[in-house]
């Protein structure tokens, strides 16, 4: 056999085998944001779960408070929707509504001392917050599964597979402005 055929099906071989492990490393990196995201899901319908409960429980001890009850719950369904159909742009604001109605929810429950004795609403807000810890931990996983994915896709040579076997950038999952902006106290209790 002559050397110089050898050579070549020695470098087409490592060529093969590099592309492979490339394709590869996507497909891992695909399957890690799908991951990310079902973290997330799970603790979202965990939530989801747990609201009625403490809506139920506040409107005992809240009666005059239903805007603040009615606002969780339609910011409920709109995060229950947005999950149910896997889009993040509209989770990423629904998100947003649902935090800033239970935030008004807890706020407007310093009102009512006898609520905040009960030990059903104790247990639902101290589950509900490490429910929402949880979803903020993942989160930050699932932006950066995101974020590896979308940078490999993008740069050279993974971008030659990614655009041959359509792989697509993934969404991150961001919070309004709102979200981000500094809690207005005055407002909340004045």
Known sequence: MDISLIITLA???VVVVYFISLYNHLVQLKHGVSKAWSNIDVLLKQRHDELPKLVETCKQHMGYEQNTLTAVMEA???VASAREQGDVGALGKAETQLRMGLGNLFAVAEDYPELRASDSFMHLHSRITGLESGIADRRE???????????????????????????????????DEADKADVNLGQLFG
């Open 11 to 13: 470098v087409i071989g």
């Open 76 to 78: 409920r369904s709109a």
């Open 141 to 175: 996983y699932y932006n950066d599964s995101v974020n590896h994915l979308n940078v490999r896709i993008e740069q050279f040579p993974d971008v030659i597979i990614a655009r041959r076997f359509g792989f697509k950038p993934a969404e991150l999952l961001e919070f």
